[in-house]
């Protein structure tokens, strides 16, 4: 699911690796309660941020994180079997 990192500033930073909504769920709300319930578990494990990674090309995914206060803070490549592929770094600072 995730790890919390040491940050700058004594921050702890958590990277999201997997979140996943089958298509016949999406737009339901599941997405939303399942990152709820991943930043709420990490705000109680220490962590202040919580950065992710998004496909370049997964306009869904983009927009359902930007509406939720996610903001690019950068891009990089991913080397996967069929190849490489670009993806959008996302973070997010997690209530106290």
Known sequence: M?????GVADTQV??????YVSPDCQHG???TRLLE?????????GATTLELTVFA?????IGFYEARGFERVGEQISELEAG?????VYRTELDP
């Open 2 to 6: 995730s790890a919390i990192r040491k």
């Open 14 to 19: 958590a990277d999201l690796s997997t979140l």
């Open 29 to 31: 709300g599941v997405g």
């Open 37 to 45: 319930t991943v930043s709420d578990e990490l705000e109680s494990r």
């Open 57 to 61: 090309e997964n306009d869904g995914a």
């Open 84 to 88: 490489s592929a670009p993806e959008y």
